[in-house]
């Protein structure tokens, strides 16, 4: 049985879609496969997958109606049987050695669920790329739950296993569908991990979820964090912790921002408990007491 299956979800992706799976094809790692959800692309997304046959393992599974990120992933689950999944979008590329990398981290740590990488966010129009860190071991990571998504979902290798225990996409929460996932493994104990290592290239681009759909983000950004910090508290109220947290919250004045920290306060002691990095957690309460009250 082939070992890892490349899942990738794609609408109207025909102008970077050759580029990913390029960039498949140079994988130093050749056990693997290529699902390609069509979701109901409106160009030739499904022909220019089609035409990599002669390269790599490669499937088209073509949705007739668009069933969204979420939806079109969940779909794909349905049909993979590899031990391991990784995670790739169809405007993304891969590092030539990401996929070894992440399987030889998985086979060498058979407590971890989840290995993502760091990330390089790069530019078509010749910006400078920049790198995206992320927090290397499971303590941290989840504790920085609390604040962001702190693996980066399009990097990532999951075993089969993880969704058979945690389940699938909450197709009601696209835009934030790993958000919601991280903190679902999280409450169950699934570990993760981040190779500190840019293994895969993040395209940036004015169509990307963030730029045009901002204020959507926000909110099921807020209600996941309320749903995970409440679930820490056992189940008490997260109070306004959600927004004291978010990166994306601009309190309208320094004296709501100010009444808002004062408030959060012993919930924040409580929470600080239930985190296992506490130097970290001490870090992330530090950082958003000074954006607030700058």
Known sequence: MTAVTVLIPAHNAAATLAATLDSLAAQTYRDFSVLIVDDASRDNTADIARGYSGRIAIEVLTLAQNAGVAGALNQGLATIRTPYIARLDADDLAMPTRLEKQVAFL?????????????????????????????????????????????????SMFRKSFFDDVGVFNTSLDF????????????????????PEALSRYRQHDNRVGVQKRQLQYERDLAIKRKYISALLDGASPGHLAEFFSLLTAFSSKEIALAVVQQSMPLLLKLGRRLPDETLFGDIVSGCIGRHLR
């Open 107 to 155: 086979e060498a740590n058979p407590d971890v669920a989840v290995c993502s990488t760091w990330m390089e966010l790069f530019y078509d129009d010749g910006r400078p790329s920049q790198f995206l860190p992320k927090p290397q071991h499971d303590a941290a990571i989840k504790t920085a739950l609390v604040q962001y998504c702190s693996m980066s979902h399009g990097a």
């Open 176 to 195: 934030a569908e790993d958000y919601d996932l991280w903190t679902r493994g999280a409450l169950l104990g699934k570990r993760y991990a981040n190779l």
